[in-house]
C-alpha cells in the first residue's frame, strides 16, 4: 500500500463517516 493509496483511504473513510453522521441526524430529526 503506498502513501497515495492510504491518503485516499482516509479521505474516503472520513467522507464516509461525515455522511453517515448527517444521515443518523436526518433520521433522528425527522
Known sequence: ???KD???FWIG???GALT???IALIL???
Open 13 to 15: 473513510f472520513q467522507w
Open 28 to 30: 433522528i430529526l425527522a
Open 20 to 22: 453517515g453522521v448527517v
Open 6 to 8: 492510504k491518503e485516499r
Open 1 to 3: 500500500m503506498t502513501i
